[in-house]
Protein backbone atom coordinates (compact mmCIF):
# COMPACT_ATOMS: atom_id res chain seq x y z
CA UNK A 1 0.00 0.00 0.00
CA UNK A 2 0.96 3.69 -0.68
CA UNK A 3 1.80 6.24 1.94
CA UNK A 4 -1.14 8.53 2.30
CA UNK A 5 -1.07 11.86 1.06
CA UNK A 6 -0.36 14.56 2.94
CA UNK A 7 -3.26 16.83 4.55
CA UNK A 8 -4.15 19.92 2.20
CA UNK A 9 -2.46 22.58 4.89
CA UNK A 10 1.11 20.94 4.95
CA UNK A 11 4.16 22.29 5.97
CA UNK A 12 7.48 20.66 5.09
CA UNK A 13 9.49 21.66 8.00
CA UNK A 14 7.01 21.93 10.68
CA UNK A 15 6.21 17.98 9.86
CA UNK A 16 10.25 17.29 9.89
CA UNK A 17 10.25 18.84 13.51
CA UNK A 18 6.55 17.04 14.37
CA UNK A 19 8.41 13.93 13.39
CA UNK A 20 11.34 13.96 15.71
CA UNK A 21 10.16 15.97 18.92
CA UNK A 22 10.28 12.70 19.97
CA UNK A 23 14.22 12.61 20.13
CA UNK A 24 15.19 15.87 21.02
CA UNK A 25 18.48 14.38 22.47
CA UNK A 26 19.58 12.42 18.58
CA UNK A 27 21.64 13.64 16.56
CA UNK A 28 20.67 14.79 13.67
CA UNK A 29 23.73 16.65 11.54
CA UNK A 30 27.27 16.43 11.85
CA UNK A 31 28.90 18.45 10.27
CA UNK A 32 32.20 20.27 9.36
CA UNK A 33 32.24 22.22 12.99
CA UNK A 34 29.71 20.96 15.03
CA UNK A 35 27.32 17.74 15.61
CA UNK A 36 23.89 19.54 16.40
CA UNK A 37 20.77 17.26 18.37
CA UNK A 38 17.90 16.98 16.90
CA UNK A 39 16.06 19.31 19.36
CA UNK A 40 18.52 22.11 18.76
CA UNK A 41 17.96 21.75 15.14
CA UNK A 42 14.51 22.20 15.93
CA UNK A 43 15.30 25.75 17.82
CA UNK A 44 17.25 26.82 15.37
CA UNK A 45 15.08 26.09 12.48
CA UNK A 46 12.71 28.25 14.34
CA UNK A 47 14.68 31.01 14.92
CA UNK A 48 15.68 31.06 11.61
CA UNK A 49 12.04 31.30 10.55
CA UNK A 50 11.39 34.45 12.71
CA UNK A 51 14.62 36.00 11.33
CA UNK A 52 13.51 35.83 8.33
CA UNK A 53 10.01 37.46 9.39
CA UNK A 54 12.59 39.83 11.24
CA UNK A 55 14.16 41.14 8.49
CA UNK A 56 11.03 41.77 6.43
CA UNK A 57 10.75 38.96 4.17
CA UNK A 58 7.40 37.80 3.33
CA UNK A 59 5.76 34.62 2.11
CA UNK A 60 6.27 33.53 -0.85
CA UNK A 61 9.51 35.91 -1.60
CA UNK A 62 12.56 34.15 -2.48
CA UNK A 63 15.47 34.14 -0.54
CA UNK A 64 19.04 32.37 -2.90
CA UNK A 65 20.32 30.02 -0.62
CA UNK A 66 24.08 29.89 -1.86
CA UNK A 67 25.95 28.01 0.93
CA UNK A 68 28.75 24.92 1.45
CA UNK A 69 27.07 21.78 3.06
CA UNK A 70 26.59 22.41 6.63
CA UNK A 71 24.11 22.56 9.65
CA UNK A 72 23.21 26.28 8.91
CA UNK A 73 22.45 24.46 5.48
CA UNK A 74 20.07 22.65 6.45
CA UNK A 75 18.79 25.49 8.91
CA UNK A 76 18.56 28.28 6.46
CA UNK A 77 16.97 25.67 3.76
CA UNK A 78 13.86 24.57 6.53
CA UNK A 79 13.37 27.90 8.28
CA UNK A 80 12.52 29.48 4.95
CA UNK A 81 9.91 26.73 4.34
CA UNK A 82 8.65 27.23 8.66
CA UNK A 83 8.40 30.55 7.22
CA UNK A 84 6.71 30.14 4.20
CA UNK A 85 9.26 31.93 2.37
CA UNK A 86 10.77 30.17 -0.56
CA UNK A 87 14.57 29.29 -0.44
CA UNK A 88 16.19 29.08 -4.23
CA UNK A 89 18.96 26.86 -3.81
CA UNK A 90 21.62 26.86 -5.89
CA UNK A 91 25.02 25.71 -7.07
CA UNK A 92 27.78 27.07 -5.23
CA UNK A 93 30.21 25.93 -8.19
CA UNK A 94 28.78 28.94 -10.59
CA UNK A 95 30.33 32.34 -11.66
CA UNK A 96 29.02 35.67 -10.64
CA UNK A 97 26.99 35.82 -14.20
CA UNK A 98 25.41 33.19 -13.41
CA UNK A 99 24.50 34.14 -9.87
CA UNK A 100 23.07 37.45 -11.51
CA UNK A 101 20.75 35.77 -13.74
CA UNK A 102 19.25 33.73 -10.89
CA UNK A 103 18.96 37.04 -8.72
CA UNK A 104 16.91 38.46 -11.01
CA UNK A 105 14.93 35.77 -12.47
CA UNK A 106 14.10 34.47 -8.70
CA UNK A 107 13.51 38.00 -7.51
CA UNK A 108 15.23 37.35 -4.72
CA UNK A 109 14.76 39.33 -1.74
CA UNK A 110 17.63 38.33 0.46
CA UNK A 111 20.96 35.69 0.44
CA UNK A 112 22.04 33.09 2.56
CA UNK A 113 25.53 32.77 1.71
CA UNK A 114 28.21 30.68 2.86
CA UNK A 115 31.65 33.51 3.70
CA UNK A 116 34.02 32.60 1.20
CA UNK A 117 31.42 32.87 -1.49
CA UNK A 118 29.94 36.57 -0.56
CA UNK A 119 32.85 38.27 -2.68
CA UNK A 120 31.09 35.98 -5.86
CA UNK A 121 27.55 37.45 -4.70
CA UNK A 122 29.02 40.77 -4.33
CA UNK A 123 30.05 40.57 -7.98
CA UNK A 124 26.68 39.08 -8.86
CA UNK A 125 24.77 41.96 -7.17
CA UNK A 126 27.42 44.79 -8.25
CA UNK A 127 26.64 43.64 -12.09
CA UNK A 128 23.20 44.04 -11.62
CA UNK A 129 21.75 47.84 -12.28
CA UNK A 130 20.44 49.46 -9.15
CA UNK A 131 16.45 48.13 -9.71
CA UNK A 132 17.08 45.32 -11.75
CA UNK A 133 17.73 43.24 -8.10
CA UNK A 134 15.91 43.49 -5.37
CA UNK A 135 18.29 41.78 -2.67
CA UNK A 136 17.48 43.67 0.37
CA UNK A 137 19.62 41.30 3.34
CA UNK A 138 22.57 39.31 2.91
CA UNK A 139 23.38 36.81 6.38
CA UNK A 140 26.63 34.92 6.09
CA UNK A 141 27.24 31.72 7.76
CA UNK A 142 30.76 31.09 9.33
CA UNK A 143 31.36 34.58 8.84
CA UNK A 144 34.86 34.81 10.64
CA UNK A 145 35.87 38.48 11.95
CA UNK A 146 35.83 40.98 9.56
CA UNK A 147 32.61 40.95 7.95
CA UNK A 148 31.47 43.75 6.64
CA UNK A 149 28.55 46.16 7.32
CA UNK A 150 27.20 45.59 3.22
CA UNK A 151 28.23 44.45 -0.08
CA UNK A 152 27.41 46.05 -2.79
CA UNK A 153 25.08 48.32 -1.09
CA UNK A 154 23.35 45.68 1.06
CA UNK A 155 23.43 45.00 4.83
CA UNK A 156 25.44 41.57 6.46
CA UNK A 157 24.55 40.40 8.85
CA UNK A 158 26.64 37.40 10.78
CA UNK A 159 24.58 34.53 10.91
CA UNK A 160 25.84 33.18 14.56
CA UNK A 161 24.41 36.96 15.91
CA UNK A 162 21.34 37.35 13.55
CA UNK A 163 20.32 33.61 14.86
CA UNK A 164 20.74 34.36 18.45
CA UNK A 165 18.75 37.43 18.65
CA UNK A 166 15.87 35.61 17.81
CA UNK A 167 13.13 34.06 19.72
CA UNK A 168 12.08 30.98 18.00
CA UNK A 169 9.27 31.40 16.24
CA UNK A 170 6.17 29.32 17.74
CA UNK A 171 3.94 28.30 14.54
CA UNK A 172 4.70 27.52 11.09
CA UNK A 173 3.31 29.53 7.79
CA UNK A 174 0.12 27.57 7.57
CA UNK A 175 1.67 26.72 3.85
CA UNK A 176 -0.72 24.33 1.69
CA UNK A 177 0.94 21.12 0.70
CA UNK A 178 0.51 22.13 -3.23
CA UNK A 179 2.20 25.45 -3.15
CA UNK A 180 5.87 26.45 -3.88
CA UNK A 181 8.07 25.69 -1.61
CA UNK A 182 11.56 26.13 -2.71
CA UNK A 183 13.12 26.02 -6.01
CA UNK A 184 16.16 24.48 -7.93
CA UNK A 185 17.71 25.49 -11.40
CA UNK A 186 18.19 22.80 -13.68
CA UNK A 187 20.44 23.56 -17.14
CA UNK A 188 19.31 22.92 -20.62
CA UNK A 189 21.38 22.84 -23.84
CA UNK A 190 20.32 25.96 -24.57
CA UNK A 191 19.67 29.09 -22.45
CA UNK A 192 19.33 30.28 -18.99
CA UNK A 193 18.85 27.79 -16.57
CA UNK A 194 15.53 26.87 -15.90
CA UNK A 195 13.94 27.93 -11.99
CA UNK A 196 11.92 24.23 -11.28
CA UNK A 197 9.38 25.20 -8.43
CA UNK A 198 8.63 22.40 -6.16
CA UNK A 199 6.04 21.84 -3.39
CA UNK A 200 5.63 21.05 0.35
CA UNK A 201 4.47 17.88 -0.64
CA UNK A 202 6.81 16.82 -3.13
CA UNK A 203 9.60 16.43 -0.45
CA UNK A 204 7.25 14.47 1.62
CA UNK A 205 6.92 12.26 -1.31
CA UNK A 206 10.37 11.42 -2.33
CA UNK A 207 10.65 10.15 1.45
CA UNK A 208 8.01 8.48 1.46
CA UNK A 209 7.83 6.94 -1.83
CA UNK A 210 12.12 6.32 -2.27
CA UNK A 211 14.31 7.10 1.39
CA UNK A 212 12.22 5.13 3.83
CA UNK A 213 10.70 2.11 1.59
CA UNK A 214 13.32 1.50 -1.31
CA UNK A 215 16.62 2.62 0.83
CA UNK A 216 15.25 1.26 3.97
CA UNK A 217 16.73 3.68 6.04
CA UNK A 218 15.96 4.00 9.76
CA UNK A 219 17.05 5.95 12.43
CA UNK A 220 19.75 3.79 13.21
CA UNK A 221 21.47 5.57 9.77
CA UNK A 222 23.95 7.60 9.76
CA UNK A 223 24.37 9.06 6.07
CA UNK A 224 26.68 10.74 3.48
CA UNK A 225 26.40 12.18 0.35
CA UNK A 226 29.15 12.93 -1.93
CA UNK A 227 26.56 15.10 -4.21
CA UNK A 228 26.08 18.13 -2.21
CA UNK A 229 22.63 19.43 -0.84
CA UNK A 230 22.10 21.96 -3.52
CA UNK A 231 21.45 19.27 -6.04
CA UNK A 232 17.94 17.64 -5.88
CA UNK A 233 19.84 14.24 -5.78
CA UNK A 234 21.68 15.69 -2.81
CA UNK A 235 18.69 16.95 -1.15
CA UNK A 236 16.92 14.31 -0.80
CA UNK A 237 20.09 11.93 0.61
CA UNK A 238 21.21 14.00 3.25
CA UNK A 239 17.96 16.16 4.08
CA UNK A 240 14.91 15.05 3.52
CA UNK A 241 15.25 11.35 3.59
CA UNK A 242 17.56 11.08 6.87
CA UNK A 243 15.41 14.02 8.79
CA UNK A 244 11.94 11.82 8.05
CA UNK A 245 13.37 8.51 9.65
CA UNK A 246 14.99 10.56 12.27
CA UNK A 247 18.95 9.18 11.16
CA UNK A 248 22.03 11.61 11.62
CA UNK A 249 24.00 13.10 8.61
CA UNK A 250 27.37 13.55 7.97
CA UNK A 251 27.78 17.28 5.64
CA UNK A 252 31.22 18.12 4.56
CA UNK A 253 31.59 21.94 2.88
CA UNK A 254 34.75 20.52 0.85
CA UNK A 255 34.64 18.91 -2.77
CA UNK A 256 33.86 15.68 -2.64
CA UNK A 257 37.46 14.17 -3.41
CA UNK A 258 38.40 10.63 -2.93
CA UNK A 259 40.73 11.66 0.57
CA UNK A 260 37.67 13.73 1.83
CA UNK A 261 35.11 11.01 1.35
CA UNK A 262 37.38 8.17 2.38
CA UNK A 263 38.03 10.48 5.53
CA UNK A 264 34.39 10.35 6.25
CA UNK A 265 33.78 7.11 5.32
CA UNK A 266 36.13 6.06 8.13
CA UNK A 267 35.13 8.49 10.59
CA UNK A 268 38.84 10.08 10.58
CA UNK A 269 37.51 13.66 11.10
CA UNK A 270 37.34 15.67 14.58
CA UNK A 271 33.39 15.80 14.73
CA UNK A 272 32.62 12.33 13.65
CA UNK A 273 35.54 10.86 15.78
CA UNK A 274 34.95 7.62 14.50
CA UNK A 275 31.22 8.06 13.66
CA UNK A 276 31.18 6.04 10.45
CA UNK A 277 28.25 5.94 8.05
CA UNK A 278 26.26 3.58 6.81
CA UNK A 279 24.66 4.80 3.82
CA UNK A 280 26.70 6.79 1.12
CA UNK A 281 25.40 8.36 -1.81
CA UNK A 282 27.04 9.44 -4.77
CA UNK A 283 27.58 9.43 -8.65
CA UNK A 284 29.25 6.76 -11.07
CA UNK A 285 31.97 9.00 -11.55
CA UNK A 286 32.97 9.80 -7.43
CA UNK A 287 32.57 6.03 -7.43
CA UNK A 288 34.97 5.05 -10.26
CA UNK A 289 37.38 7.30 -8.98
CA UNK A 290 37.55 6.14 -5.79
CA UNK A 291 38.48 2.98 -6.70
CA UNK A 292 40.96 3.86 -9.24
CA UNK A 293 42.80 6.05 -5.59
CA UNK A 294 45.78 4.68 -3.63
CA UNK A 295 44.30 5.57 -0.10
CA UNK A 296 40.91 3.35 -0.77
CA UNK A 297 40.70 2.10 2.60
CA UNK A 298 39.62 -1.50 3.22
CA UNK A 299 36.17 -3.01 3.84
CA UNK A 300 37.17 -3.44 7.50
CA UNK A 301 37.83 0.33 8.13
CA UNK A 302 33.88 1.51 6.67
CA UNK A 303 30.73 0.35 8.22
CA UNK A 304 28.43 0.73 4.71
CA UNK A 305 25.69 -1.26 4.66
CA UNK A 306 24.17 0.53 1.33
CA UNK A 307 25.57 2.75 -1.37
CA UNK A 308 23.50 4.73 -3.84
CA UNK A 309 24.35 5.89 -7.00
CA UNK A 310 22.45 8.59 -9.58
CA UNK A 311 23.44 11.21 -11.68
CA UNK A 312 24.40 9.20 -14.54
CA UNK A 313 23.87 5.77 -15.40
CA UNK A 314 26.38 3.28 -13.56
CA UNK A 315 28.84 1.67 -15.26
CA UNK A 316 28.11 -2.72 -14.63
CA UNK A 317 31.96 -3.03 -14.26
CA UNK A 318 32.25 -0.51 -11.18
CA UNK A 319 29.74 -1.83 -9.54
CA UNK A 320 30.92 -5.06 -9.51
CA UNK A 321 34.21 -3.51 -8.11
CA UNK A 322 32.90 -1.63 -5.42
CA UNK A 323 30.42 -4.41 -4.26
CA UNK A 324 33.64 -7.42 -4.30
CA UNK A 325 35.74 -4.67 -2.17
CA UNK A 326 33.38 -3.08 0.41
CA UNK A 327 30.64 -5.80 0.57
CA UNK A 328 28.02 -3.36 0.27
CA UNK A 329 25.62 -2.77 -3.12
CA UNK A 330 25.12 0.45 -5.16
CA UNK A 331 21.60 1.09 -6.03
CA UNK A 332 21.68 2.72 -9.19
CA UNK A 333 18.18 4.65 -9.48
CA UNK A 334 17.37 7.41 -12.39
CA UNK A 335 15.74 11.09 -11.16
CA UNK A 336 15.94 14.39 -12.03
CA UNK A 337 15.82 18.04 -10.75
CA UNK A 338 12.07 18.08 -12.58
CA UNK A 339 10.54 15.05 -10.32
CA UNK A 340 12.96 15.84 -7.17
CA UNK A 341 15.04 12.27 -6.82
CA UNK A 342 14.88 8.91 -8.21
CA UNK A 343 11.66 7.03 -9.79
CA UNK A 344 13.19 4.24 -10.99
CA UNK A 345 15.56 2.00 -9.28
CA UNK A 346 17.63 -1.43 -8.41
CA UNK A 347 16.36 -2.58 -4.80
CA UNK A 348 18.62 -3.94 -2.35
CA UNK A 349 19.09 -7.42 -2.40
CA UNK A 350 17.86 -7.46 -6.46
CA UNK A 351 20.44 -5.60 -8.14
CA UNK A 352 21.25 -6.05 -11.52
CA UNK A 353 24.53 -3.56 -12.23
CA UNK A 354 23.96 -2.22 -15.95
CA UNK A 355 20.08 -1.07 -15.54
CA UNK A 356 18.60 1.30 -13.51
CA UNK A 357 15.84 -1.49 -12.36
CA UNK A 358 12.04 -0.89 -11.92
CA UNK A 359 9.57 2.02 -11.55
CA UNK A 360 9.43 2.62 -7.97
CA UNK A 361 6.05 1.96 -6.56
CA UNK A 362 4.13 5.50 -6.53
CA UNK A 363 5.49 6.23 -9.86
CA UNK A 364 4.39 4.66 -13.52
CA UNK A 365 7.01 4.77 -16.54
CA UNK A 366 6.29 4.73 -20.18
CA UNK A 367 8.80 4.64 -22.96
CA UNK A 368 7.01 6.22 -26.05
CA UNK A 369 7.89 6.07 -29.49
CA UNK A 370 8.18 8.71 -32.28
CA UNK A 371 4.16 8.84 -32.56
CA UNK A 372 4.05 9.93 -28.99
CA UNK A 373 2.19 6.63 -28.18
CA UNK A 374 3.35 4.28 -25.28
CA UNK A 375 5.60 1.23 -27.43
CA UNK A 376 3.59 -1.90 -26.96
CA UNK A 377 5.86 -4.71 -25.30
CA UNK A 378 7.22 -7.44 -27.54
CA UNK A 379 6.42 -11.03 -26.60
CA UNK A 380 9.07 -11.89 -24.14
CA UNK A 381 8.22 -8.53 -22.70
CA UNK A 382 10.79 -6.25 -23.71
CA UNK A 383 10.28 -2.76 -24.88
CA UNK A 384 12.26 -1.26 -28.12
CA UNK A 385 14.45 1.96 -27.40
CA UNK A 386 11.77 5.20 -26.78
CA UNK A 387 11.56 8.10 -24.82
CA UNK A 388 11.08 7.89 -21.25
CA UNK A 389 7.90 9.43 -19.72
CA UNK A 390 7.53 9.28 -15.48
CA UNK A 391 4.12 10.04 -13.77
CA UNK A 392 4.26 10.67 -10.12
CA UNK A 393 3.63 13.10 -7.29
CA UNK A 394 6.62 14.32 -6.59
CA UNK A 395 7.19 16.47 -10.27
CA UNK A 396 7.31 20.08 -9.78
CA UNK A 397 4.59 22.57 -10.59
CA UNK A 398 6.49 24.73 -13.80
CA UNK A 399 9.28 26.26 -14.60
CA UNK A 400 9.05 29.89 -13.17
CA UNK A 401 8.31 32.35 -15.93
CA UNK A 402 8.50 29.93 -18.85
CA UNK A 403 5.62 28.93 -20.20
CA UNK A 404 7.11 27.27 -23.68
CA UNK A 405 9.71 24.64 -21.48
CA UNK A 406 6.86 23.99 -18.60
CA UNK A 407 4.81 22.56 -21.31
CA UNK A 408 7.39 20.32 -23.45
CA UNK A 409 8.54 18.77 -19.81
CA UNK A 410 5.40 19.01 -17.73
CA UNK A 411 2.75 17.24 -20.24
CA UNK A 412 -0.31 16.83 -17.49
CA UNK A 413 0.39 14.30 -15.32
CA UNK A 414 2.82 13.22 -17.38
CA UNK A 415 7.20 14.40 -16.86
CA UNK A 416 8.91 14.14 -20.48
CA UNK A 417 12.19 12.88 -18.80
CA UNK A 418 14.61 13.75 -21.92
CA UNK A 419 15.86 10.19 -21.86
CA UNK A 420 16.11 7.01 -24.11
CA UNK A 421 15.39 4.34 -22.67
CA UNK A 422 14.74 0.40 -23.11
CA UNK A 423 13.22 -2.56 -20.88
CA UNK A 424 14.46 -5.89 -21.20
CA UNK A 425 12.58 -8.91 -20.58
CA UNK A 426 12.76 -8.98 -16.73
CA UNK A 427 10.91 -5.71 -16.81
CA UNK A 428 14.42 -3.91 -15.63
CA UNK A 429 14.85 -0.33 -17.51
CA UNK A 430 18.68 0.04 -19.17
CA UNK A 431 19.25 3.69 -20.00
CA UNK A 432 20.21 4.33 -23.64
CA UNK A 433 21.21 8.15 -24.00
CA UNK A 434 19.91 11.46 -23.66
CA UNK A 435 17.49 12.66 -26.37
CA UNK A 436 18.53 16.31 -26.31
CA UNK A 437 22.17 17.26 -26.77
CA UNK A 438 23.10 17.81 -22.77
CA UNK A 439 25.80 15.52 -21.20
CA UNK A 440 26.26 14.30 -17.91
CA UNK A 441 29.67 15.04 -16.65
CA UNK A 442 30.72 13.08 -12.88
CA UNK A 443 26.85 12.84 -13.13
CA UNK A 444 26.16 16.89 -13.44
CA UNK A 445 24.47 18.21 -16.43
CA UNK A 446 26.94 19.79 -19.22
CA UNK A 447 25.76 21.98 -22.28
CA UNK A 448 27.91 21.16 -25.37
CA UNK A 449 27.07 24.50 -26.29
CA UNK A 450 27.55 26.78 -23.56
CA UNK A 451 30.96 25.36 -23.45
CA UNK A 452 31.66 26.07 -27.26
CA UNK A 453 30.52 29.95 -26.81
CA UNK A 454 33.27 30.34 -24.05
CA UNK A 455 35.93 28.87 -26.59
CA UNK A 456 35.52 30.99 -28.83
CA UNK A 457 35.78 33.82 -26.72
CA UNK A 458 39.48 32.77 -26.66
CA UNK A 459 41.61 34.97 -28.99
CA UNK A 460 42.97 32.09 -30.30
CA UNK A 461 40.17 29.90 -31.66
CA UNK A 462 38.19 30.53 -34.61
CA UNK A 463 35.62 27.59 -34.05
CA UNK A 464 34.90 25.04 -31.39
CA UNK A 465 32.99 21.93 -31.28
CA UNK A 466 32.16 20.27 -28.31
CA UNK A 467 30.69 16.72 -28.00
CA UNK A 468 30.30 13.81 -25.04
CA UNK A 469 33.19 10.93 -25.74
CA UNK A 470 33.22 7.50 -23.23
CA UNK A 471 36.18 6.95 -21.66
CA UNK A 472 37.78 3.38 -20.54
CA UNK A 473 35.04 3.36 -17.70
CA UNK A 474 32.56 3.74 -19.55
CA UNK A 475 31.57 6.98 -18.25
CA UNK A 476 30.84 10.37 -20.46
CA UNK A 477 33.90 12.92 -20.50
CA UNK A 478 33.08 16.00 -22.90
CA UNK A 479 35.78 16.85 -25.14
CA UNK A 480 36.41 19.58 -27.53
CA UNK A 481 37.21 19.75 -31.46
CA UNK A 482 39.35 23.70 -31.45
CA UNK A 483 40.12 25.26 -34.52
CA UNK A 484 42.87 28.06 -34.36
CA UNK A 485 42.90 30.99 -36.01
CA UNK A 486 45.58 31.74 -38.62
CA UNK A 487 48.65 31.88 -37.01
CA UNK A 488 47.55 31.79 -33.53
CA UNK A 489 49.28 29.68 -30.81
CA UNK A 490 47.84 28.11 -28.37
CA UNK A 491 48.20 24.51 -25.66
CA UNK A 492 45.20 22.20 -24.42
CA UNK A 493 46.44 23.95 -20.88
CA UNK A 494 45.65 27.35 -22.09
CA UNK A 495 41.96 26.27 -23.50
CA UNK A 496 41.67 24.53 -20.71
CA UNK A 497 42.48 27.35 -17.94
CA UNK A 498 40.60 29.58 -20.33
CA UNK A 499 37.31 27.57 -19.94
CA UNK A 500 37.87 27.17 -15.98
CA UNK A 501 38.16 30.90 -15.51
CA UNK A 502 35.09 32.07 -17.49
CA UNK A 503 32.85 29.10 -16.63
CA UNK A 504 31.57 26.52 -13.66
CA UNK A 505 34.91 25.38 -13.42
CA UNK A 506 33.48 21.80 -13.70
CA UNK A 507 32.60 22.45 -17.57
CA UNK A 508 35.70 22.61 -18.54
CA UNK A 509 36.51 19.95 -21.57
CA UNK A 510 38.76 17.20 -20.44
CA UNK A 511 39.53 16.36 -23.43
CA UNK A 512 40.64 19.00 -26.69
CA UNK A 513 41.79 18.10 -29.74
CA UNK A 514 43.00 20.94 -32.32
CA UNK A 515 42.02 20.43 -35.85
CA UNK A 516 42.01 21.87 -38.97
CA UNK A 517 38.61 22.20 -39.94
CA UNK A 518 35.20 20.69 -38.67
CA UNK A 519 32.66 18.67 -40.28
CA UNK A 520 30.15 21.26 -41.80
CA UNK A 521 26.60 21.22 -43.80
CA UNK A 522 26.51 22.49 -47.26
CA UNK A 523 24.80 25.20 -45.48
CA UNK A 524 27.52 25.32 -42.89
CA UNK A 525 26.35 23.56 -39.89
CA UNK A 526 28.56 21.85 -37.58
CA UNK A 527 28.21 18.03 -37.58
CA UNK A 528 28.24 16.94 -34.40
CA UNK A 529 27.32 13.04 -35.36
CA UNK A 530 30.83 12.91 -37.43
CA UNK A 531 32.65 13.90 -34.68
CA UNK A 532 30.97 11.32 -32.50
CA UNK A 533 31.80 8.85 -34.86
CA UNK A 534 35.10 9.63 -35.22
CA UNK A 535 35.38 9.27 -32.22
CA UNK A 536 33.52 5.63 -32.01
CA UNK A 537 35.95 4.48 -34.84
CA UNK A 538 38.63 5.48 -33.22
CA UNK A 539 37.36 3.86 -29.68
CA UNK A 540 37.59 0.54 -31.79
CA UNK A 541 40.73 1.55 -33.26
C1 LIG B 1 20.48 11.52 -15.95
C2 LIG B 1 20.71 9.19 -15.08
C3 LIG B 1 21.17 7.17 -16.09
C4 LIG B 1 19.28 11.41 -16.84
C5 LIG B 1 19.03 13.40 -10.07
C6 LIG B 1 18.74 11.51 -8.66
O1 LIG B 1 20.60 13.58 -11.83
C7 LIG B 1 19.64 14.06 -11.28
O2 LIG B 1 19.01 15.20 -11.74
P1 LIG B 1 19.46 16.16 -12.93
O3 LIG B 1 18.31 17.08 -13.16
O4 LIG B 1 19.63 15.19 -14.19
C8 LIG B 1 18.63 14.32 -14.62
C9 LIG B 1 19.17 13.46 -15.76
O5 LIG B 1 20.39 12.81 -15.37
N1 LIG B 1 20.48 10.50 -14.88
C10 LIG B 1 20.27 10.69 -13.58
N2 LIG B 1 20.37 9.53 -12.92
C11 LIG B 1 20.65 8.57 -13.83
N3 LIG B 1 20.96 8.50 -16.20
N4 LIG B 1 21.13 6.51 -14.90
C12 LIG B 1 20.88 7.16 -13.76
N5 LIG B 1 20.86 6.50 -12.59
O6 LIG B 1 19.61 11.91 -18.10
C13 LIG B 1 18.27 12.31 -16.14
O7 LIG B 1 17.20 12.73 -16.96
O8 LIG B 1 20.79 16.75 -12.66
C14 LIG B 1 19.32 12.11 -9.76
C15 LIG B 1 17.90 12.17 -7.84
C16 LIG B 1 17.59 13.47 -8.13
C17 LIG B 1 18.17 14.07 -9.25
N6 LIG B 1 17.87 15.35 -9.51
Known sequence: ALPPAPPERFNFAAHLLTLNAAWPERTALIDDHETVTYGELAERVRRCAAGLRALDLRREERVLLLMHDSADWVVGFLGCLYAGVVPVAVNTLLTADDYAYQLRHARAQAALVSAPLLPTLAQAIDALDPGAHEVRHIVVSQPGTALPADVAGVPCHPWPAWLARQAPDGAPTDTAADEPAFWLYSSGSTGRPKGTVHTHANLYWTAELYGRPVLGLTA????????????????????????????????????????????????????????????????????????????????????????SSAGEALPRDIGERWTAHFGAEIIDGIGSTEMLHIYCSNRPGDVVYGTSGTPVPGYELEIRGEDGRPLPANPDGSIDIGDLYVRGPSAALMYWNNRDKSRETFQGAWTRTGDKYTRDASGRYIYAGRNDDMLKVSGIYVSPFEVEATLVRHPAVLEAAVIGVTDAEGLTKTKAYVVLRPGAQATVEDIQAHCKAHLAPYKYPRYVEFVPELPKTATGKIQRFRLREREAMGAKG
Open 220 to 307: DDRVFSAAKLFFAYGLGNALTFPLSVGASVVLMAERPTPPAVFARLTGRTPTLAGQRPTVFYGAPTGYGGMLAHPDLPPREQVALRLC
